[in-house]
């Protein structure tokens, strides 16, 4: 993922709602949002070159999402930060366990930041600039190729229209509608050159990967996605999927139940 906004104990409908965007080569393989045939209970994409997922979900009550943090120099043999979200949905450590846990190991990945959600805690991890974690705190929380809740433009954006949706009278969980969200998600809106970031790819480049949903021949955003989770555990996963210039592959709904524990679950 590159873009991400999520609710967490903000709604007075939903537990968590997340909302982003996976940007990558259109050239890299990918296997679209399913039901993982090796774990049945994960909900996710899989990225067939390296392995892993950027998102996905767990019957058992986790969700994950991961970024890259962009840093243009770095090189070397690293392990493939997919595979965090990956091992993390299919583990049966706790969030705050498998947060802490990671610590010691981080700087073995490539540069990352990572969220982990379970039915009782919410953790966000990086290695960058140091091997880090902290508790999610309730509230809007935005995230992209920098650190938690940096303000670059297409962060703010997003996670103004998630406020915007929240602040909305809802439908009945069957019938809501995200249509909202998905607009957000498929902003190109370019940021002014004074707001932009300066993360060492140039100008041009950071122009071009400013606005929130990115067309491109080669690169560009390949999925926009949203997670609702109710504070009943009734949940649903939306993937639509996009091609080079933005062409349009296809659309998977899945509807689950998160697995709350209802007695003893709390952020």
Known sequence: MCLIAFALDASPHYRLILAGNRDEFHARPTAPLARWHDASDVLAGHDLEAGGTWMGVSDRGRACVVTNVREPLRSGDFASRGLLASDYLQATRSAEESANTLLATADSYRPFNLLLFDQYAARFVSNRPRPETRVLTPGIHGLSNATLDTPWPKTRRLKQALQDWISKPQADFEHEDFADLFAALA????????????????????????????????????????????????????????GAEAAFEGETILRFDYGIDRRESSW
């Open 187 to 242: 902003d190109e809106t370019l940021a002014a050159d004074a707001e932009l970031p300066n993360t060492g790819v140039g100008i041009e480049i950071e122009r071009r990967l400013s606005p929130a949903f990115i067309r491109g021949a080669h690169y560009g955003t390949r999925a926009c996605s949203v997670i609702a989770i109710t504070y009943g555990g009734a949940a649903v996963f939306i993937e639509r999927r996009f």
